[in-house]
């Protein structure tokens, strides 16, 4: 029994609706406040960790990292209870869980503090994001998916644009204490948006088999998605000190033009994917996050990392929705909380995993180094949509069956 109503997104008429709706922008809202939060800790995080706790790369990759770690073992768990109990419970927890943690970021003073705070961190990540792709799947017209989606990450970049030269800006006026506050207060706000956002799953059978929480259609879209955000990862993880390394006075210009353009492309070009297909936009993306890697590791100026930035930030815009959007379209609206769970798993995987390997390769070889190894990673991720394409190509459904198929009926109490 489900506390909120319900609504079948294939009884709504949405594809006549428009798609920017007051619950899109309600999830969108939430959206921006939530990865204001978390990027305002992207340039600061590093530091504190090298600085009053005394880490070195290994450690900084550890404090990024041990975020998105605990998100990966939960992210199939809260793709079924969005499924089975609904998508605005997981936002308002998640949003909830990360305001509480990042507050009580004020008591660490030594690393294995800072990691539990950040494990707690990443179970609310978990349960936020999957809450809030799924209502924006739910609600988008299947001919539009990849438009949505696209849109949908506008909030999420404005967050991350904003975010990190916030937290420089709070660094420099109030110190790390003050950065810890703004980043709860923001966060608390998406969770008091998620609790005006009104429910969408779709009706299940109490007595139906629950999908996989390994779900098969998330597992090599998320791999592909993996191997962007490993990049992502060592972007995040070691920019803000290569930046200071270079002579830069910090990283909240990279960052600002990283999410400016990625603001651009999926503003402008939102309908690309739909218009010109999931694949090839896939493709064009991960050559554009390997080619940007790589600049930034071989061009070792201020030049070269302004530049690289802008080649790898016009890859991530493009490849993010036309990868989700393959996935989704792979499953029946029913079992789309366990596609996401499983699709995002692969993000919190990667850039756990990307932030403590390339922690460790910059510890060896410099940041440079670990730059280089995240195009390589990307270069190995093309391959895999290349052999993923002509797979689906021949025996995949698209969502269009799924649509055919008989729905389960509604049961009351």
């Known amino acids: 029994m489900s506390f909120w109503p319900t609504q079948n997104a294939s009884d709504t008429g949405h594809a006549k609706e428009p798609l920017v709706t007051r619950l899109f922008l309600l999830v969108q809202g939430a959206t921006f406040a939530y990865f204001v939060a978390i990027g305002a800790l992207i340039p600061v995080l590093p530091r504190f960790t090298k600085g009053p706790l005394g880490g070195g790369d290994v450690a900084v990759g550890l404090s990024i990292g041990s975020f998105a770690l605990s998100a990966v073992l939960l992210r199939p768990f809260v793709g079924r209870i969005s499924d089975r109990r609904g998508r605005r419970i997981l936002m308002v927890a998640g949003a909830g869980a990360v305001a509480l943690s990042t507050a009580f970021y004020l008591l660490a003073t030594s690393l294995p503090i800072l990691l539990l705070l950040r494990v707690v961190s990443g179970a609310g990540e978990a349960g936020f994001y999957v809450g809030a792709a799924t209502i924006i799947n739910d609600i988008a017209p299947d001919e539009r998916r990849g438009e949505a989606l696209s849109f949908f990450s506008l909030a999420l970049f404005a967050g991350i644009a904003v975010g990190p030269a916030l937290g420089e800006l709070v660094l420099g006026a109030g110190g790390f204490g003050a950065v810890w506050v703004v980043s709860a207060l923001a966060s608390g706000l998406a969770a008091v948006l998620g609790t005006n956002v009104s429910e969408t799953r779709p009706p299940i059978d109490p007595d139906a088999k629950p999908p996989p929480l390994i779900h098969p259609a998330g597992l090599i879209p998320g791999a592909i998605l993996g191997s962007i955000i490993c990049g992502l990862a060592g972007f995040d993880s ?176």
Not at 261 to 269: A, D, F, H, M
Not at 284 to 312: D, E, K, Q
């Open 238 to 413: 070691f920019v803000p000190l290569y930046a200071l390394q270079l002579g830069l006075s910090g990283s909240g210009a990279i960052f600002l033009m990283f999410s400016g353009i990625v603001l651009t492309i999926r503003s402008v070009g939102a309908r690309l994917p739909d218009r010109l297909g999931h694949h090839n936009v896939a493709r064009v993306g991960l050559v554009a996050t390997a080619a940007g890697l790589m600049v930034i590791s071989a061009w070792g100026t201020t030049a070269g990392l302004f530049a690289g930035t802008a080649i790898f930030a016009m890859g991530h815009a493009l490849s993010f929705p036309a990868l989700m959007s393959l996935a989704v379209s792979s499953a029946p609206a029913a079992e789309r909380g366990a596609v996401i769970g499983t699709f995002t798993a692969w993000f919190d995987l990667a850039f756990g995993s990307g932030a403590i390997g390339l922690g460790v390769v910059a510890s060896t070889f410099g940041y440079r180094g670990s730059f280089a190894s995240a195009s390589v990673i990307a270069a190995a991720g093309f391959l895999l949509l290349l052999f993923y394409g002509r797979r689906q190509a021949a025996v995949a459904p698209t969502e269009q069956d799924y649509d055919e198929m008989p729905q389960p009926t509604p049961v009351t109490h």
